[in-house]
């Protein structure tokens, strides 16, 4: 249990996103945001644009800046509210970086070796564009995590994908180590991996995951497109041979794909959109889908513009974020900088 913003105590929960493109797409809302959203009312919530991650690979800097305030502009648009949770840019918390040294000193060389994400992206970029932050990675997201954890007794939830189990588990280790080693500091987290955070695959590709680093232009849905094309998308979207509209991930990957997208954007389960979709084919039904999608994504649009339109108001309430995660990260090192032994600055 914690102290709220607001003074109550609820558990707490902290997430992370990365600011690498110039909008959010589909996959990043129904996965992610949505349920941040959902959990910041139960929940003491921590969200953070991971712009020190988004470094890991080569970028450029003024796009990085840019991305930085669209990704939080847009989680905004979808919901999240400053004055109920604690929306952040993790390079405003300086204690992330800190952290994560004293976490990475902590951390095997064959440890860190053996993330997959990390071995499936240095196999492909190559050794050369292989940069120790990429490698690192990981360590800063418990870095990032560890920071949060709740004074004794609280525990902390991370909503995250499946794809981010390995770097939770490998965060779990970390706690442990360092609870062992300096005694009883950090709460072990755990990975909340929503049942209904639908998993969302490319709309050409439907066995791959839809993904800024590896969806084709076609196969990605992106928040911040106009409707026009976004509809065009959905119309291309690859299909399976027949014509019914049914949930079979083996048979019909892309058509299950479509359902999944189009149930978790109404609440309703596959067999009521098999149902509602019984006999009238593909066409109809993606033509649905896509005026579904435009008609969520519109007032998200067109809140994201009008915060983007405001920077400096924006910049504000980023510093209120700022201010209250900071609050609790630099209590938290406090007690780390304290365990790991280093001298308190003198007064
Ligand atoms: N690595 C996460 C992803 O790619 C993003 C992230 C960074 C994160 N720090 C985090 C997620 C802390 C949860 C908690 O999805």
Request: aromatic share 8%.
């Amino acid at each position: 249990m914690s102290e709220t913003p607001s003074g109550s105590t609820l558990p707490r929960v902290l997430s992370g996103i990365q600011p690498t493109g110039d909008s959010f797409h589909l996959g990043n809302y129904l996965g992610a945001v949505r349920q941040w959203v959902a959990m910041q009312e139960t929940h003491d919530a921590f969200y953070c644009v991971v712009d020190l991650h988004a470094i890991t690979v080569e970028h450029d800097p003024r796009a990085l800046r840019r991305r930085s305030r669209v990704a939080a502009a847009q989680c905004l648009a979808m919901g999240l509210d400053q004055d109920v949770s604690t929306l952040f840019v993790q390079s405003h918390v300086p204690e992330h970086a800190e952290l994560a040294w004293v976490l990475g000193c902590l951390t095997g060389f064959g440890e860190a070796g053996r993330m997959t994400q990390f071995k499936d992206k240095s196999t492909k970029y190559g050794s050369s564009a292989t940069t120790v932050g990429l490698f690192t990675y990981p360590v800063l997201m418990a870095a990032d995590i560890l920071l949060y954890t709740p004074g004794h007794g609280g525990a902390l939830e991370v909503p995250v994908g499946e794809d981010q189990r390995q770097h939770l588990e490998l965060t779990r280790t970390l706690a442990q180590r360092f609870n062992h080693r300096f005694g009883e500091t950090f709460a072990v987290p755990e990975a909340f991996i929503p049942k209904d955070a639908a998993k969302i695959t490319d709309l050409q590709e439907p066995t791959a995951k839809m993904s800024k680093s590896s969806s084709s232009p076609q196969g990605i849905v992106e928040v911040l497109e106009e409707p026009g094309p976004l509809r065009k998308k959905f119309m291309r979207a690859v299909t399976d041979t027949g014509s019914d509209v049914r949930y079979d991930e083996t048979e019909k990957p892309g058509i299950s794909n479509l359902v999944r997208i189009y149930a978790s954007l109404e609440g309703i389960s596959y067999d009521e959109v098999e149902r509602k979709y019984a006999g009238s084919g593909y066409g109809t039904f993606k033509k649905d889908l896509a005026a579904l999608v435009a008609d969520t994504f519109t007032p998200i649009r067109e809140r994201t513009h009008r915060l983007l339109a405001d920077e400096e108001q924006l910049d504000r309430l980023l510093a209120v974020g700022a201010e209250r995660a900071g609050a609790v990260a630099a209590r938290t090192m406090e007690v780390v900088r304290d365990r790991v032994g280093f001298v308190a600055r003198g007064r």
